[in-house]
């Protein structure tokens, strides 16, 4: 770690200050929630069906 890398030395220029939008490189989609939702249920069928297969 140099001395420039250290974060409790203080900087001569301010904190750069972004938007969130800005921060995040672009507008989010909301395919996450969908992608989360489905994949929910392919877990909760593949036990379903393990146990069907396991305990018959």
Known sequence: ???RDDP??????PP?????TQARQ???THV???VL???LLLVI????????VMHR
């Open 45 to 52: 069928a593949a036990f379903v069906v393990i146990y069907l």
């Open 1 to 3: 770690m140099t001395m």
């Open 16 to 20: 750069e200050v972004l938007t969130t």
């Open 37 to 39: 939702r489905y994949g």
């Open 32 to 34: 996450t929630r969908y």
């Open 8 to 13: 409790g030395r203080p900087t001569a220029e």
């Open 26 to 28: 672009g507008s989010s």
